[in-house]
């Protein structure tokens, strides 16, 4: 089906795994987001890409990795996974056309508990 | 900082009625975008309505209609006749940056309640 998915949508892990958080959308939009939702906070940026190979920081990037080597992937690391990080997290994407650029599509969310 | 700020935490609506959502963000610039999403409990994240700083002309969707006062840096959502669907959290955003570094700045969103 065509639109933007997340893997999993549920993850249980232990303090100090690695875990990898998957995003898929099928658009071929060339920027993809990370986000990550906390009570209180709203949502607030982790990292976002304007195409494979580029990737920059957001608002909280410490503790995650990205990568982008294709335009429909962009999955997100915790190398370290640490209980600060037990949050909602989202994906988006959007296109590159000044019209459509900042309409962004989110994922269903992938929701991260750390233990 | 770039914020946006939503007063309000919470609130309610009874069912018919309309109710507004109160917006405000601080940017020093000019030409930017404006957005309301909706998230339900499904948790999906929902764009409801966007606005052009450089359009006057308030946008309207259906019910979604926004008052957009940008000498006061307010961007507030009017939704007319509510039903329960309507129900959600609402977040208000609006993009920062240029050149491709664009990027959403959201408010903490605002609960909303319809009452039957």
């Known amino acids: 089906d065509a639109g933007i998915t997340q893997s999993p949508r549920y993850k249980i892990t232990e303090t100090g795994r690695q875990v990898t958080l998957m995003c898929h959308q099928t658009w071929s939009h060339s920027y993809m987001f990370w986000y990550r939702q906390d009570l209180g906070h709203g949502l607030r940026l982790i990292y976002y890409s304007a195409a494979a190979d580029i990737t920059d920081k957001g608002e909280v990037p410490d503790g995650y990795v990205v990568s982008r080597s294709k335009t429909e992937n962009f999955p997100l690391t915790l190398e370290s996974a640490t209980r600060s990080q037990t949050s909602v997290y989202f994906c988006?994407?959007?296109?590159?056309?000044?019209?459509?650029?900042?309409?962004?599509?989110f994922g269903p969310g992938t929701r991260l508990t750390v233990t | 900082a770039q914020t946006v700020t939503q007063s309000q935490p919470e609130m309610s609506v009874q069912e018919a009625e309309t109710v507004t959502l109160s917006c405000t963000y601080d940017?020093?610039?000019?030409?930017?975008?404006l957005f309301w999403y909706k998230q339900p409990p499904s948790r999906q994240m929902i764009l409801v309505i966007r606005?052009?700083?450089?359009?006057?002309q308030n946008a309207t969707e259906n019910r979604f209609s926004v008052n957009f006062q940008k000498a006061a840096k307010s961007f507030s959502l009017k939704i007319s006749d509510s039903q329960l669907g309507d129900a959600a959290m609402y977040f208000c955003?609006?993009?920062?940056?240029?050149?491709?570094?664009?990027?959403?700045?959201f408010g903490k969103g605002t609960k909303l309640t319809v009452n039957p």
């Open positions: 988006a994407s959007s296109e590159i056309s000044r019209a459509r650029r900042y309409e962004q599509y």
């Open positions: 955003a609006y993009i920062v940056g240029q050149g491709g570094s664009e990027k959403l700045v």
């Open positions: 606005q052009e700083a450089y359009k006057q």
């Open positions: 940017t020093s610039e000019s030409d930017y975008y």
